[in-house]
T-cell receptor, first 113, second 112 residues
């Protein structure tokens, strides 16, 4: 899968706790993205990064923060998890501007109880 | 904001027949249109893409067409096989941002 590793692959957490998901790439791609996938909604962009320490919001960014201190790692943090954040989270990477050939990781299934 | 509409949400076709999935986009500056296939329990995988300077692109049994005037693009799968059963997503680039926006997906069932 194009050198993308998401961790953990599965997580169950309690409402109100912080959660961090990690995306690690070995492709040296500049762009990294976090999406969530929910039935009936397809893939929705949470946050993305266009370089180290350069990030921006997507369409569903409320309740999420991200950090990118190294090219290869992009972290997604749920500051205080809520049940509405139960979802499958996908990380993707891209080489060029305007989103070309985004490669996706295997996903993280997060359940907030 | 920009969006991508995808139809149908579910499609069932007989093995060997053709399948067509259609998408429309709103950003007239979009210039990159990828299609992704997602199998159960896996991440989406790019299967074909097209850029705005091309009207049609083929890769074996799959083809994509683009009508920039109408802001429509479609995925065509011919001679469908059981392994084509999956969820397919269209997407379009958003020029003012470094991102792509996805349609909501089409679940394709290939019937024996």
């Amino acid at each position: 899968d194009a050198g993308i590793t998401q961790s953990p692959r599965h997580k169950v957490t309690e409402t109100g706790t912080p959660v961090t998901l990690r995306c690690h790439q070995t492709e040296n791609h500049r762009y990294m993205y976090w999406y969530r996938q929910d039935p009936g909604h397809g893939l929705r962009l949470i946050h993305y990064s266009y370089g180290v320490k350069d990030t921006d919001k997507g369409e569903v960014s409320d309740g999420y923060s991200v950090s990118r201190s190294k090219t290869e790692d992009f972290l997604l943090t749920l500051e205080s998890a809520t049940s509405s954040q139960t979802s499958v989270y996908f990380c993707a990477i891209g080489r060029e501007r305007y989103g070309t050939e985004a490669f996706f990781g295997q996903g993280t299934r997060l359940t907030v109880v | 904001g920009e969006n991508v509409e995808q139809h149908p949400s579910t499609l069932s076709v007989q093995e060997g027949d053709s399948a067509v999935i259609k998408c429309t986009y709103s950003d007239s500056a979009s210039n990159y249109f990828p299609w992704y296939k997602q199998e159960l329990g896996k991440g989406p995988q790019l299967i074909i893409d097209i850029r705005s300077n091309v009207g049609e692109k083929k890769d074996q049994r799959i083809a994509v067409t683009l009508n920039k005037t109408a802001k429509h693009f479609s995925l065509h799968i011919t001679e469908t096989q059981p392994e084509d059963s999956a969820v397919y997503f269209c997407a379009a680039s958003v020029q003012r941002d470094d991102k792509i926006i996805f349609g909501k997906g089409t679940r394709l069932h290939i019937l024996p």
